[in-house]
């Protein structure tokens, strides 16, 4: 089976009261994307968080962002939402490149492109 072309996704986890209820989820998720935190470069997949507003004005949701194949960034949503174990709504999505720029220098500097 052939990959489709890496892009940048977002998995967003919605629902916490405050920031550091969402940023307390980052290691834990960390530690799924990437089980040696002490490998060699490059990591199966570009990873990076950000914090937005969530989908009320009350709530915040924690943002992974991730530069993989639609059928990486799924997987790595099922694993999120896995973890967060539905007691958080968890959705993956197209995100916008110019935000997650840091995402594809990763890519193409571990790979080696230009």
Do not use: N
Request: hydrophobic share 35%; charged share 25%; aromatic share 8%.
């Amino acid at each position: 089976m052939v990959e489709d072309e890496p892009t940048v996704y977002e998995i967003r986890i919605h629902g916490y009261p405050t920031s550091q209820e969402a940023l307390a989820l980052q290691l834990p998720i960390e530690r799924l994307l990437c089980l040696d935190p002490d490998h060699a470069p490059p990591c199966e997949i570009p990873w990076s968080f950000t914090l937005t507003d969530g989908d009320d004005d009350a709530s915040t949701a924690l943002v992974l962002g991730v530069y993989a194949s639609s059928g990486r960034a799924t997987q790595a949503a099922d694993q999120v939402c896995t973890l967060v174990g539905g007691t958080r709504t968890v959705a993956v999505s197209e995100g916008e490149a110019g935000e997650w720029e840091e995402l594809v220098q990763q890519y193409r500097f571990e790979k080696g492109l230009r």
